[in-house]
C-alpha cells in the first residue's frame, strides 16, 4: 500500500509564473489536505479538500492560491503568479474519514519544495 | 480553536541519554493529539497519537508520550536516543471524535543527538 505521492519533489519558477503541485493520496483515503512548511517555521494549515468539494478552505491565501480534488486523478495546488514570499515546502496528507470506525489520522506525503527565484 | 506551544526549539543531548519534548496545548473542545518527526528534507511520520483510554502512550522508534489533561500537556519521552534520532519533532493537535478536522501544529523541535 503505498503512502501519500507527491510530485515534483523540488519546483523552481521565477517570479510570476504559476506554479502547481500535486498529491495523490493513499489507497482508500478520500479526504486531502495541504499544509505550508515556510522556512524555520510549523507547519500551517491551508486547505482541506474531499473528493469534487472544498471543504475548508481558511487557511489560503484569498489571492493567486487555488486548489482541486477531482473525481479522477490527484489533488492540485496551484499557485498563480508566485512570488518569492511563497517559497516553502508545500505538504499534502491523506486521511480515510470516520467510516469504518476509524479516527481520520491524517499521512503525510514527503512534500514539494518550491523556490521561486 | 485550538493552540500548540513547544517549550523548546532546540534540544541537544548526547547519545544514550534520556530525552524529553514538552508540549502543552490549549483547547476549548476534546482533542486529539499526535507528535510527528521530519528528518532533513523529507515529510512527516507520525510517531505517536493519543486519541483516548491510557494516557501513557507508545510509539515507534522507543518513544512514548503521555497525556495529562489537567496540565494540558503531552511531553514526548525517550529513555536513551540514539544519532539517528537528530531531527525536527512536532506536536500537533486537532478536534477530537469528527473528521476532517485540520492539524495544528507546534513551531517543533529541533533535536540533536551528539556522540
Known amino acids: 500500500n503505498a503512502g501519500v505521492m507527491q510530485n515534483p519533489r523540488h519546483l523552481v519558477r521565477r517570479r510570476g509564473q504559476e506554479a502547481r503541485l500535486r498529491c495523490s493520496p493513499m489507497k482508500g483515503h478520500s479526504h486531502v489536505y495541504w499544509y505550508r512548511q515556510l522556512p524555520e517555521e510549523g507547519l500551517k494549515f491551508m486547505v482541506y479538500l474531499q473528493k469534487e468539494n472544498i471543504i475548508d478552505e481558511s487557511g489560503m491565501p484569498k489571492e493567486r492560491f487555488s486548489a482541486e480534488f477531482p473525481k479522477e486523478g490527484p489533488s492540485i495546488l496551484r499557485i498563480q503568479q508566485v512570488v518569492r514570499g511563497d517559497s516553502a515546502a508545500y505538504f499534502c496528507?491523506?486521511?480515510?474519514?470516520?467510516?469504518?470506525?476509524?479516527?481520520?489520522?491524517?499521512?503525510f506525503g514527503p512534500g514539494t519544495r518550491l523556490t521561486v527565484l | 480553536a485550538q493552540s500548540v506551544t513547544q517549550l523548546d526549539s532546540q534540544v541537544p543531548v548526547f547519545e544514550e541519554a534520556p530525552v524529553e519534548l514538552r508540549c502543552n496545548y490549549s483547547?476549548?473542545?476534546?482533542?486529539?493529539l499526535f507528535w510527528y518527526v521530519q528528518y532533513p528534507n523529507q515529510g512527516l511520520q507520525l510517531l505517536l497519537k493519543y486519541l483516548s483510554g491510557s494516557t501513557l502512550v507508545k510509539g515507534i522508534n522507543g518513544f512514548e508520550a503521555e497525556f495529562n489533561k489537567s496540565q494540558t500537556s503531552f511531553h514526548l519521552r525517550k529513555p536513551s536516543v540514539h544519532i539517528s534520532d537528530t531531527a525536527e519533532y512536532f506536536c500537533a493537535v486537532r478536534k477530537g471524535e469528527t473528521s476532517g478536522s485540520r492539524l495544528t501544529f507546534g513551531e517543533g523541535t529541533q533535536l540533536t543527538v551528539n556522540p
Open positions: 483547547s476549548s473542545v476534546s482533542v486529539y
Open positions: 496528507a491523506s486521511s480515510p474519514g470516520l467510516a469504518g470506525g476509524g479516527t481520520d489520522t491524517q499521512y
